[in-house]
C-alpha cells in the first residue's frame, strides 16, 4: 500500500503561483511514476502532469511552459510548481503514484481568483 498526502493549495490571484507537494508513504519502493491530476467542477479528472522515476516529465499540453513538475527520491515526494496561473486552472489536484496498482491522495483545491 502507498499513502500520499498533498499540500500547498490555496486560494491565489490569477497570475500568481502556487507549489504543490505530495510525499508518499508506505510502500514506496514500489512507485514508478507519480503525477498531478485535476478535475475541476463539473468536468472529468484530467492530467496535468507526470513524472518518472528517472525524472522524465510529461505534461499535458495546455500546460507547458506554465507549470513545472519535479521529484525527490530521496523524500519520496514529487512537487508542482504552477506559474501564471489562470482562472481555469481552479480545480482539486489529485496526487498519482503508478505501481502495481494506481495510488491517489484525497487532493487539494487551489482556487485562482480575479
Known amino acids: 500500500q502507498v499513502q500520499l498526502v498533498e499540500s500547498g493549495g490555496g486560494l491565489v490571484q490569477a497570475g500568481g503561483s502556487l507549489r504543490l507537494s505530495c510525499a508518499a508513504s508506505?510502500?514506496?519502493?514500489?512507485?514508478?511514476?507519480m503525477g498531478w491530476y485535476r478535475q475541476a467542477p463539473g468536468k472529468q479528472r484530467e492530467l496535468v502532469a507526470t513524472i518518472t522515476k528517472g525524472g522524465s516529465p510529461i505534461y499535458a499540453d495546455s500546460l507547458k511552459g506554465r507549470f513545472t513538475i519535479s521529484r525527490d527520491n530521496a523524500k519520496n515526494t514529487v512537487y508542482l510548481q504552477m506559474n501564471s496561473l489562470k482562472l481555469e486552472d481552479t480545480a482539486v489536484y489529485y496526487c498519482y503514484a503508478g505501481a502495481v496498482m494506481n495510488y491517489w491522495g484525497k487532493g487539494t483545491r487551489v482556487t485562482v481568483s480575479s
Open positions: 508506505g510502500s514506496i519502493f514500489s512507485i514508478n511514476a
